[in-house]
């Protein structure tokens, strides 16, 4: 039989059991978080594990362990029930958890007082916020459920007034200065809209709302991210739809966006994850079921990894891992790119080979991110850490961001905006984190104001994992690699120590 238990945050496997009190028994096996990088999956596969009957595979766990230089190692846990699974779900995510933050304390912690406000909601008077962008100084324009508003904070007082167009569900706010053009998701058919910033300008002004027109882009509809870049004198929208991605081109005569070309191949109708234009590449890079180019000149569409490249072969094989994927693309340098997937980020040039740096490893399960001024911001649930790309280790966080409840709304240069709501009450606030000198950046929206080139919250992509009715967590699949055999356990106990057993399959093998 064996025996297991978590004491002092670290995993414990026994061959005999220990006694309780003097420990006397050797562990078989420890895994401690603080020196590992600790993946809970829950959902495991039959090519997981070869050898386990299909019956056991529902109550079977699996904790993968990664160390830096070291090869992985997976324990497969084979608990009596899924009662007993979900038990040790929460107690071994309660351990990692915990380590984390423990981790993230001894490092500088960003607050609200790190913060500046730019509007407080009080009581249920909340709109929805999705997406900000600073308009000038003191002035932003913040796209919300509810529609498009205004918001002004000058010495203290803070007014947030609504344009008067006749939107709602607005997102994905971005800046077209090349153009004078705000354009934005809206609508329940999700469509592309654009305002002209200069007459967004005479509003904030005169204080004249109701003259304020929008436009929709035709063929539009089931937008869900855009990106716009200009490539040889002419201005391109991408748009990632439902269907797939669309290409419009701007014509100067009628002053709006016209669809050129929708993609109906695979490569294209692959659900988006992420979306962005390359000013060195020239071209429009998207995260699907990989990262992919599109020139929009000759409309070329090729992958934007280098297969050739043997250091990138798990991310160009024909067949990805089912728990690796894209989720977002930053452009870190002019000459170097981040792209970030669910488990690791890995840097790559702009030919799409490796770079010299080390891949990151995740410590969390993230489903979004943000870059500005070389500080990358994983999101997870309930949990933001900051790290610096340009450090010794970029694997270990630098910062925790500790704010309530935190939803990312938008980024524009060294400047993040989050949405941070309390739990225990119906207050919230958008706050701004700013990464750079403040001076400078205030020199920066007096020199663009309005037209300033900004970039748009990213929506957090559609995680392609296998959700735990288990305290909300979502644990994604891997396929097995370096097995430590499966050990079978019984249902924890109040002093979180527990009888392996070995069932009459592992007898037999």
């Keep these: 039989p064996f025996w297991a238990c978590i004491k ?78 979900r038990e040790w779900v929460r107690l071994l995510n309660d351990m990692i958890n915990t380590v984390a933050e423990l981790s993230a304390e001894k490092n500088t912690t960003l607050g609200e007082r790190d913060a ?62 090349q153009l004078n053009l705000i354009v934005f998701i809206a609508g329940k058919d999700r469509e592309i809209h654009s305002i002209s910033s200069v007459e967004l300008q005479q509003v ?29 004198g002419t201005d391109f929208l991408c748009a990632a739809h ?27 109708t692959d659900p988006c994850a992420c979306l962005v234009f390359s000013p060195q590449l020239k071209r429009f890079l998207w995260g699907s079921s990989r990262f992919y180019a599109m020139n929009p000149i000759g409309l070329e569409v090729s992958a934007l990894l280098d297969r050739s490249d043997e250091r990138l072969t798990m991310f160009t094989a024909q067949l990805l891992r089912p728990n690796l994927f894209p989720m977002e693309i930053f452009q870190v340098s002019d000459s170097e790119l981040l792209l970030c997937y669910s488990d690791v980020g890995l840097f790559v040039g702009l030919d799409g080979r490796k770079s010299s740096r080390d891949v990151i490893q995740w410590t969390r399960q993230p489903n979004a991110f943000t870059f500005s001024s070389g500080k990358l911001m994983v999101m997870s649930y309930g949990h933001v850490e900051i790290r610096d790309i340009n450090a010794a280790d970029a694997s270990q966080p630098a910062q925790a961001l500790a704010l309530p409840n935190v939803n990312h709304i938008g980024t524009n240069g060294s400047d993040v905006y989050f949405m941070s709501t309390k739990r225990d009450s119906a207050c919230a606030s958008i706050l701004r984190l700013s990464f750079g000198d403040k001076n400078a950046n205030a020199a920066r929206m007096r020199a663009q104001s309005v037209s300033g080139s900004l970039a748009p919250p990213k929506q957090p992509a559609a995680l392609a994992v296998a959700a735990s009715d288990s305290d909300g967590v979502q644990l994604p699949r891997t396929p097995l690699r370096n097995s430590a055999g499966v050990v079978h356990v019984s249902t924890p106990q109040p002093l979180r120590m527990l009888n392996l057993t070995p069932s009459q399959q592992q007898q037999q093998q």
């Excluded at 978080?33 to 766990?61: A, I």
């Excluded at 100084?137 to 498009?148: M, N, W």
Aim: hydrophobic letters at 40%; a negative charge.
């Design 116 to 177: 500046d406000m730019v509007h407080n909601f009080n009581g249920y008077d909340t709109i929805g916020v999705n997406s900000i962008v600073p308009v000038s100084l003191t002035q932003y324009l913040v796209g919300a459920d509810k529609g498009l508003y205004l918001a002004t904070s000058v010495n203290g007082r803070r007014v947030m007034e609504h344009l008067g167009l006749k939107v709602t569900e607005v997102n994905h706010l971005t800046v077209v200065p």
């Design 8 to 85: 002092d945050q670290k995993f414990y496997v026994y061959q005999e059991e220990p006694e309780v009190e003097n420990e006397q028994a050797a562990p078989l096996h420890i895994v401690d978080p603080k020196e590992s990088t600790l993946r809970l999956y829950e959902d495991v596969q039959p090519s997981d594990l070869l050898k386990c009957s299909p019956t056991d595979l529902p109550f079977v766990l699996h904790l993968q362990v990664t160390r830096k230089c070291w090869p992985d190692n997976n324990v497969f846990l084979l608990l009596p029930s899924v009662q007993a699974k």
């Design 204 to 232: 904030m002004r005169s204080n004249q709302a109701c003259k304020l027109q929008y436009n929709v882009v035709e063929s539009s509809s089931q937008c869900n991210m855009l990106a716009v870049g200009t490539v040889d």
């Design 242 to 268: 439902t269907g797939g991605v669309a290409l419009y081109v701007y014509d100067r005569v009628t002053a709006l966006f016209k669809l050129m070309k929708t993609g109906t191949s695979e490569l294209f």
